[in-house]
């Protein structure tokens, strides 16, 4: 035994004791050490684009704090040599950038509209927050009618005509609630004399194309008066032919008379709001009002646009791709040059409107082709046995796109929408180049105001507009990441 | 051979047993019962309709439009036609790539406008090539505070609207300068002021096609050491350093030619006449301006996709490259750099375009370009249908250009796969 204990080499039989790293690659040392300074060029690297970077925070403080003018009530406070940044001048202009020359006394109108989005917004953003659906409506259906009120003050004066015309279309959609709730053989079968009186109504209105067209009002034509007979008839017949089994329908075609009437009703109605013509709207008002408007118009006609672009139908995938690479194909400047200067010219004559209407006609013309392009992505994202499930369910065309695939497809294209969103929002300042006043249009007029003119008060406004835009796409794009994570964890490995 | 022989019998058998022959048995076969399909749920009958009302609709709202449109030109005693392009333009256009006066026609004038789009669309495209690639690599660098800077450029620059920038580079270009008169004077012959840098113009002389003839050459000579180089490298493994050879080519070769002709290329120097400069080459400010900001703002674009490009090559592809004895930047050039490529040339094409879309900003400041100058012949002439289609139409071959070249590159790319 102890010949062979002394044979054996020594034999450790207890761990050696750990060492503390290097003192050079932990700690502060060691993470400037392996991220700062690890090769020769990497020193110089860091050290000139340190010291870059270091001029760079110097030179922006230096400009906004330390040599900045505070106080003052005209271009005087700011005249200094060597003046940094002119902070009266943004006090001064600052309501001018968010409202544009909406009246002073008027303004909470505008505060009020705000109020509203970020309370609707705000829960819609949040994942955790409940009542998605009504939010949704209440974001997309109440609240643009509530700006839209506010904003115009209201009091359309419809004319009879529209209301008439309103009414006959929604009467016009009443003989289809059969076919929606029974399908189309059982809901013709039920419906035959709903349907021949709409049909014979739709012969009507186009034989009064013939007569030429008559006043209505005070010496009320027979052909109006005989349409909406024909309708009121037809709707009531078609409302009593699916009242067995065809309730949920019924419901929905009342909720959208209803609601339609309402809005018409509440446009129409005189608040005693004094009312602000466009021309008189600006700064961040504009801009939002245009961003908002274009990508809720987009997103019906983007998903429209890529679902017939996804057709097996020829003439409407041509007419989709057509469409969508045109619009693609073309920078925005001329899309809005051609909805300010052309689309007077293919309305009739006497139609005149709205210079801000025109310009959010030509942005929602263009977002939506961008909009069908990312919407594309997201259908094509999502698996063919989705399709082909659905399809195997029995499920009809409508019914697979609205329940099954647009759901996922509109999910995962979330972010992307979002960056949509984004750029939107950045090619709002081009509505300056056809004369209206977005936040950007404000800013350049204002700069040619005697009372502020001063070497510092152009780099003083652009660095505050600028920073205003860049604060909301900034908080866009984080937002984009963060539901593109979120969103991610079906997938992650 | 037999086995053949009864191969074929078999085969023979078989069909014989396919067409029925043989069979002992009759079935009965029962004509297959078709599910009736009502017309209305026909998926043909359903899509033709559908197409039909569309095609309707939409030949019925072009009616309206060209009828409107017909009716509103009489009214305001407009007509359609491009007559008017040959009448004479009465403005002067401040950058003119071709020879134009106010006298000339607006054709001509929008020919200036569209080259001067042209020429800043090709230059920005370089200049954000080149900044966007060196900022999405300066990205994915081992430097901390390299990639950090790399990321505050994007952020700060890709989150701010294009038109705001080109107004801060304009304004931020103009204030500090002085005017023409006390313009910042370099040798006499390069002038700093509010109208623009002022730069010698070359004047070629006779003799110096020999020149250029000898830049041609250059290049010609420098594809063919390129393929020559390449297949020895493939029959010998022997390389041939093309880059520094094209190189001395390409900048030897035109100066022996202007050698040869005697150097026929004299300058013209700028000169302040009165209150404007006259003679040599003015670079417009709005030209830098919007130079500027159209290649710092689309470079952030790019530096994305070439990050989004590196990265999607798996760090395999280095490891193995090393593996195999290749230098660090052997394996960036030749491993790297052409499998990122197939991401990074898609979202390149597509910035590309929109580039060239967003130079029309330019009518913003003032830098006359094809919608600038459109402008200015709309606001003569009103002629709005005939302007903004010619601009459209201008646009969208552009587009198509560019894809197309964008495409052929990315097929020739492309993963070749079996």
């Known amino acids: 035994m102890t010949a062979s204990s002394s044979n054996t080499a020594y034999v450790r039989d207890d761990e050696a004791p750990k060492l503390p790293p290097p003192p050079n690659m932990v700690g502060v040392q060691g993470w400037v050490l392996k991220n700062l300074f690890s090769s020769i060029g990497s020193s110089i690297v860091t050290v000139l684009f340190g010291s870059f970077l270091l001029w760079m925070i110097w030179s922006v403080l230096d400009f906004a704090f330390l040599r900045a003018a505070w106080t003052g009530a005209n271009r005087d406070a700011c005249l200094a040599e060597n003046m940094g940044a002119c902070w009266p001048m943004v006090t001064a202009k600052l309501p001018q950038w968010i409202y544009g020359f909406y009246p002073i006394d008027q303004r909470w109108r505008v505060n009020l509209c705000f109020v509203a989005g970020a309370a609707l917004l705000i ?81 009507v209105w186009l034989l009064s194309f013939l007569t030429g067209p008559v006043p209505l009002g005070s010496s009320m034509s027979m052909m109006p008066m005989l349409i909406v007979l024909l309708l009121l008839a037809s709707a009531v017949i078609s409302i009593m032919a699916s009242r067995d089994g065809g309730n949920s329908a019924i419901s929905g075609w009342a909720i959208v008379l209803g609601g339609i009437l309402l809005a018409m009703l509440l446009l129409d109605f005189d608040f005693g709001l004094i009312p602000v013509e466009t021309p008189q709207w600006g700064g961040l008002t504009v801009t939002l009002v245009v961003s908002i408007t274009g990508i809720v118009a987009s997103l019906p006609i983007g998903i429209v646009l890529a679902l017939g672009r996804r057709s097996q139908m ?132 204002g700069l040619r105001d005697a009372n502020w003119a001063t070497a510092s008060s152009a780099p003083t406004g652009y660095f505050t507009v600028a920073l205003m835009y860049w604060v909301f796409c900034f908080g866009m794009s984080r937002y984009s990441i963060y539901t593109e994570r979120r969103l991610n964890t079906g997938h992650r490995r | 051979m037999p086995g053949s022989f009864s191969f074929l019998q078999e085969q023979d058998r078989i069909t014989g047993l396919i067409q029925g022959k043989g069979m002992s048995m009759t079935v009965a076969i029962e004509p297959r019962v078709v599910p ?161 840098l002022m730069v010698p113009k070359p004047l070629f002389g006779d003799g110096s096609w020999i020149g250029m003839a000898a830049f041609v050459l250059a290049i010609v ?116 750099v052409p499998q990122a490529m197939r991401v990074v040339i898609p979202p390149l094409a597509s910035t590309y375009l929109s580039l060239t879309k967003n130079s029309s900003l330019a009518v913003a400041i003032g830098y006359p370009d094809l919608v600038a100058t459109g402008g200015t012949v709309l606001n003569q002439t009103g002629k709005a249908i005939e302007i903004v289609s010619l601009w459209m139409l201008v646009y969208l071959s552009l587009s198509l250009l560019t894809s197309l070249l964008m495409n052929w590159f990315n097929s020739r790319m492309k993963l070749v796969e079996r």
């Open chain 2, 221 to 336: 000579a420098s594809i063919v050491i390129a393929r020559w180089s390449k297949s020895r490298q493939e029959a010998t493994g022997q390389t041939f350093p093309v880059f520094w050879a094209s190189l001395a080519l390409i900048i030897g070769l035109p100066l022996l030619g202007f050698a040869v002709a005697g150097f026929p290329l004299t300058w013209e120097l700028p000169a302040l006449k009165g209150f404007n400069f006259s003679g040599g080459l003015a670079v417009l400010p709005e030209f830098i301006a919007l130079f500027l900001a159209l290649s710092i703002y689309t470079a952030t674009y790019i530096a994305e996709a070439v990050r989004a490009g590196v990265l999607s090559v798996s760090h395999g592809q280095t490891e193995a490259a090393h593996a195999l004895g290749i230098g660090t930047s052997s394996t960036l050039r030749l491993v790297v």
């Open chain 2, 36 to 196: 009736k399909v009502s017309v209305w749920n026909d998926p043909k009958i359903r899509a033709m309709f559908f197409q039909a009302a569309l095609v309707i609709v939409l030949l019925f709202l072009a009616y309206e439009i060209v009828a409107n449109t017909i009716s509103n030109l009489q009214r305001l005693n407009k007509d359609f036609g491009f007559a008017f392009l040959k009448r004479t333009a009465g403005f002067d256009i401040i950058q003119t790539l071709v020879p134009y006066t106010s006298a000339s026609n607006f054709g001509t004038a929008l020919y200036v406008g569209f080259l001067n789009t042209v020429l800043i669309s090709f230059l920005s495209i370089i200049a954000a090539t080149i900044i966007g690639f060196v900022v999405g690599l300066m990205r994915l660098s081992k430097n901390w505070l390299a990639s950090r800077i790399a990321t505050l450029y994007i952020e700060i620059f890709r989150n701010v609207p294009l038109l705001l920038w080109i107004f801060v580079f304009y304004s931020a270009i103009r204030q500090p300068l002085p005017d023409a008169r006390n313009a910042l004077n370099l040798f006499d012959s390069f002038f700093l002021s509010k109208k623009g």
């Open chain 1, 123 to 203: 829960p819609m953003l949040m994942p955790s927050a409940p009542y998605k659906l009504w939010n949704i409506l209440l974001l997309l259906i109440v609240f643009p009618l509530l700006t839209l009120l506010l904003l115009t003050g209201g009091n359309f004066n419809f004319n009879l005509l529209s209301y008439v015309s309103v009414i006959s279309l929604l009467l016009l959609a009443a003989a289809a609630v059969p076919l929606a709730a029974f399908g189309i053989e059982e809901g013709i079968a039920r419906n035959r004399l709903g349907l021949a009186l709409a049909g014979a109504a739709i012969v």
């Open chain 1, 314 to 445: 020829p003439i409407v995938r041509m007419l989709s791709v057509t469409y969508i690479e045109f619009i693609r194909g073309v920078p925005l400047i001329t899309v809005l040059f051609m909805s300010s200067v052309m689309l007077p010219l293919f309305l009739p004559p006497g139609t005149n409107f709205d210079k801000l209407l025109r310009a959010l006609i030509g942005v929602a013309m263009f977002s939506s082709a961008y909009m069908a392009e990312v919407v594309r992505g997201g259908l094509q994202a999502i698996p063919k046995g989705q399709y082909e499930g659905a399809m195997a369910l029995g499920l009809s065309y409508g019914q697979m796109m609205s329940k099954i695939v647009l759901p996922q497809a509109l999910k995962v294209s979330i972010p992307n929408i979002v960056g949509n969103f984004i750029s939107l929002f950045k090619d709002t300042t081009l509505i300056l180049i056809i004369g209206l006043f977005d936040l950007l249009g404000i800013l350049q007029t």
